[in-house]
Structure formats: C-alpha cells, structure tokens
C-alpha cells in the first residue's frame, strides 16, 4: 500500500504491525500536504447502517472531549473505493509510554504521567464515555515543556477501541490489549465504565513503578489471570520479580482499591483514585478543592479584668465608657448595614461578591504582624503548582494582581507570574491595585460559568492552602457598584479578562 492514494492520502509507511485495532499508516494529506497518522479499519464496522451510524457517533466524540491530553481528530470518513472506514490523526513525534517506563520510573514522573492521564479520562467521563484500555502502547509521551513539564502526555485513538468493541463479534483482544482489560469487559456486550478506567489506570501505576506488567501469563494463562486468578499483593509480586523496593508504603491498599473484579469496590473514577494515590508518591491531593484553608493564627487576648484594669483612669471612668459604647454601637450598625448593602448586586438582587478592600484598624489595636495569613510558596507548592496548571489547557492570559507599595505582596505575586510562566500559561504585568487587600489571595473570577482553566486554577491554589476567596461573577458586579458609586475602588475588568488573583498583605492603616 505504500506510495499508493487512499481516501485522499497517499500512504508514505506503515506505522507499527497490523492488529485488530487496524492499519496505521503515515500518511500525507494530498489538499494540505500535511503528515498524518492514518488508521484504517475493516470494511465490516460499516457494512450495516446501524455501524455507518455509529461510526459517524463515534468520530464525533473528540470534538466534546476538552482535553490537550487526547489526540486531536483531523478527520474521518470511508473511503468509496474499499469501504473502509478511516480516521486521521496528528503524526506525533515522540515515545510511547512502553518505551518511555522501559525500566521503572521515579515517583515524581509516575505522579506526572497519572496525573496528566488522569485529565484526559476525566475530560472524556465529561463527555459520557470511558477509555477501557491504557494500554502503554496507546500513550505518547512528547518532548514539550510548555505544560510546565518535562513531556506532554496524549492518549492515542481510543475511539478506534470503542469501535471495535461494540461492532466486532465476538472481539477478543490481543495479549497486549488484555493486559489492561477489565474483566467486565471481556463481555462483549458490556459497555466501558469509569470503573473499568480505574482497573486499568491501577495495572498502569504498577507498571511504571516497577517496569514490568503485573499480569505474567501469555494467551490462555493471561485471561485465567485476569478473569479468575487470586490477586496477589503488588509488593509481594514485585518483590518476586526481584523489584522489592520500587513500590511507596501504602501502594498495596491503593492498588487493592482499583484492581479488583467486584466493580462496586472500586474506587468510583480516576479521580478519586490518583487522589488517593498522590501522597503516597510524595505529591499532594490532586482534586481536593474544598479543603478549609488553615484558620489565621490569633495573638493571645488577656482576660477582660486584666484588659480593663490595664486601661488609664480617664479611660475607665463612666463619663468616658459610656459615650464610647454608644459611638461604637452606632459604628457597628452603620458598617453591618454597607456590607450588608455592598453583597447585594442593584442590578438583580443577587448575591455577589464582596468589595475587596480591608476594614479599617481598630483604634487603638496593636498594629497586623507583617505576614500572609494563609498560604506558603514553598518549593513544594510552587513545583505542585506548576505540575497542576500545566497538566490542562492552559489559561490565557494570567492576569495578577496587587496592593500598590507593598513590597511582600509584589514579591509573592512576582512567584505567582513565575509559575504561570513556567506552566505555560501567558502572563501579563502586574497590576497595581490602588486599594486595601486583606493578607492573601483572592481569586476574581469574572462570570459566573468560569472556563476549565479557571476553576483549575481554583483547585490549584486551594490545594495548596492559597486562596482566601473565590469570587464568581465579578464583571458584573463591579460594573453595578461602579455606577451607583462613582468612589467605587475595585478592579476593573477589560474586555478580554476572565480573572483576576489579587496578592495582598497586611493593611496600611
């Protein structure tokens, strides 16, 4: 078939052997000239009108899938000549992850690879289907560090899989298929599930910790494995294939909760289970987004005798304290009553977000210590950082935010564009913000149904205990506020922005 035209391409090589998945070629494109893989599969998938149909279903599956980390689909079709239908695929230069773990790989390349995997099934379970299959062949690892990572992960043509599952009967699966089957799905007229993805994605975090397969046996011996035999413990197995300490404290149980054949016992996706999996390689939770924030630390407060006998005289007699409580009764009402007016949009009556700007000292309190009350950039945060908002699409542009002369504010949000950068994302200038901040950060988001990158950017920063307030639906708050108060000082939102993360420390008083 090489040199010959097929479907509008003409075929340069083949791309590995032949297998049930099909042919895969590189091809050119003769319209563009661009190289291509091209897989071809039987003309028998749709020969029918119910395969015709699903074939165009399945092709269509990509484009929902919101994800850098699956393959793009440059187009399918059948050819009219053979009947065979077809899919072409960018031609990606770089290693497979058979090839890339061909010995075992350290736990913080393990957590990159899983994790990076970890967003393309999410992305597909999005879209309502499942992959059913990591095989290691399926995986290419790019040499790109534009995701804030040594590679770029990108799963290869599992539609191709889901395709021939459905339409061949039966369809037995190759060795190197069944070593990351779930057992389920040796049924053919089971469907792919989330559960099935963790059985694998469990088989997959062993093989690159270890570099070999859990799964021994070839042919007939490896389907009574995987369908019938007692699961041994991972540590055990390893340490019989003379591999005893490349598996972390606590990888037995992990493993324990994604490969077993009871679907129920499993973890419910991916995501819970590289949650679960992520401290045990020396990373932290990876989809914990809802943890509290550490409460800031109080200065210890004297009993109120102590406090009150510590006052001068004048201070403490009646025609003093008395006034004083009424003025600060009176104070008191009179604030509760603008924030109060200040949470309520006067466009819609609806809840939005608080004027960032911090209340004024109380007087005669001591002075705010000069640190951040929540949040440590640390080499583990940064690095955890970086790792995270590579791992998605990334978020154009990064926009930061900070109070104006305040020198540990500006240099935490300088670390902040550093790891914007590092991860890919476009960064521009600090803004200067000529209000109060709060100590911390505090992410202004400017619609109420933020993109990916944004709530990923949530779940980054309150992973690492960053994030003081996550505000939704700024833009048109700001706009209201700013037009019932011209005194209004916010920050302003151009055309272009979809966020905004405020740096502020201590308050000037």
């Not at 980390?69 to 009219?80: E, M, N, P, R």
């Not at 390893?238 to 054949?261: E, I, K, N, S, Y």
């Not at 009176?330 to 009553?337: E, K, N």
């Not at 037009?483 to 916010?490: I, K, S, T």
């Amino acid at each position: 078939m090489t040199g010959s035209v097929f479907a509008g391409y003409r075929i340069v090589r083949p791309l590995g052997e032949s297998s049930a998945r099909g042919d895969l070629y590189l091809a050119t494109r003769l319209a563009t000239a661009r190289s291509c893989a091209l897989r071809v599969l039987p003309a028998a998938l749709v020969a029918d009108p119910e395969g015709a149909a699903r074939f165009e279903e399945v092709g269509s599956l990509r484009a929902g899938i919101d994800s850098g980390h699956v393959v793009d689909l440059i187009d399918a079709g059948v050819d009219k000549a053979s009947g065979a239908p077809w899919f072409a695929m960018p031609f990606l230069k770089g290693k497979t992850l058979e090839k890339y773990a061909d010995a075992p790989l350290s736990q913080d390349d393990t957590l990159e690879v899983l994790a990076q995997l970890a967003h393309a099934l999410n992305a597909m379970n999005v879209v309502g289907c499942a992959h059913g299959t990591l095989d290691p062949e399926r995986i290419v690892l790019l040499e790109d560090e534009s995701y804030g990572s040594p590679f770029t992960l990108k799963v290869l043509d599992f539609w191709t899989e889901a395709l021939l599952r459905e339409r061949l009967r039966p369809y037995t699966p190759d060795d190197g298929a069944l070593r990351w089957v779930a057992p389920e799905l040796l049924d053919p007229d089971v469907t792919p599930t989330r559960a099935a993805d963790v059985w694998s994605f469990g088989l997959l975090a062993f093989r690159l910790l270890t570099g070999v397969s859990y799964w021994q046996g070839v042919g007939a011996a490896l389907r009574a494995e995987v369908t019938a035999a007692p699961l041994e413990d991972p540590s055990r197995r390893a340490r019989a294939l003379g591999l005893p300490d490349t598996l972390p404290d606590g990888f037995d149980a992990w493993f324990a909760r994604c490969v077993v054949r009871p679907i129920d016992e499993r973890f419910a996706d991916v995501d819970a289970a590289i949650d679960q999996l992520a401290p045990l390689l020396g990373g932290e939770s990876i989809t914990d987004d809802d943890a509290p924030a550490p409460a800031p630390r109080r200065a210890p407060v004297a009993p109120r005798g102590e406090r009150l006998r510590s006052l001068p005289p004048w201070a403490r007699s009646v025609d003093f304290m008395i006034p004083a409580v009424l003025v600060l009764v009176t104070l008191g009402a009179l604030g509760v009553r603008q924030i109060v007016r200040a949470r309520r949009s006067p466009a819609n009556g609806r809840t939005a977000v608080t004027a960032p700007a911090a209340p004024a000292p109380t007087p005669g309190a001591a002075p705010a210590a000069p640190a951040f009350t929540v949040g440590n950039l640390d080499e583990r945060a940064t690095a955890d950082l970086v790792r995270r908002l590579g791992a998605v699409p990334r978020g154009r542009p990064a926009w930061v935010a900070v109070t104006a002369d305040d020198p540990e504010a500006t240099a935490r949000a300088e670390q902040l564009r550093a790891i914007f950068t590092r991860a890919g994302w476009e960064v521009r200038p600090l803004q200067r913000y000529a209000g109060r901040l709060r100590p911390g950060y505090f992410l202004f988001v400017a619609d109420m149904e933020p993109p990916e990158y944004v709530t990923t950017l949530s779940t980054a920063l309150r992973a690492n205990r960053l994030i003081d307030d996550f505000f939704r639906g700024y833009r048109d708050y700001y706009r209201d506020r700013s037009a019932a108060d011209p005194n209004f000082v916010g920050f302003p939102m151009e055309p272009d922005q979809t966020f905004i993360l405020a740096v502020g420390r201590t308050p000037t008083p």
